[in-house]
């Protein structure tokens, strides 16, 4: 099993900035890529962004592009998301995902595509 533990999430002003954490622990290893999802209510979960456990890859949403950044701290067992220009669109509950089959691409990833979940942190954007 593996276990993910969301922070970081806040409240923050059109074109601020905000980097999100989680944490792994547990089965760590057996996890091949991890992304960052987000949700309002009432649509379904997004993927926001992947990275690749190996060779650091990433992919992203077309509406992120430019301004998240997905990184990963592996002596720390860390995924970070680094949000700047944030919009008030981009206000969701984040949540951090790891998977061992890991999907080629982002787009029309789908929640069941990732095994383990976090269980989030709430963004919100105010002009």
């Known amino acids: 099993q593996v276990q993910l533990i969301e922070s970081g999430g806040a409240s923050v002003q059109t074109g601020g900035s905000l980097r999100l954490s989680c944490h792994a622990s547990?089965?760590?290893?057996?996890?091949?890529?991890m992304a960052w999802f987000r949700q309002v209510p009432g649509k379904e979960r997004e993927g926001v962004a992947l990275i690749y456990n190996v060779g650091g890859g990433t992919h992203y949403a077309d509406s992120v592009k430019g301004r998240f950044t997905i990184s990963q701290e592996h002596a720390k067992n860390t995924l970070y998301l680094q949000m700047n220009s944030l919009q008030l669109e981009d206000t969701a509950m984040y949540y951090c995902a790891a998977a061992v089959y890991c999907p080629t691409k982002l787009r029309g990833t789908k929640k069941s595509d990732f095994y383990y979940w976090g269980q989030g942190t709430q963004v919100t954007v105010s002009s």
């Open positions: 547990g089965d760590v290893g057996r996890t091949n890529c």
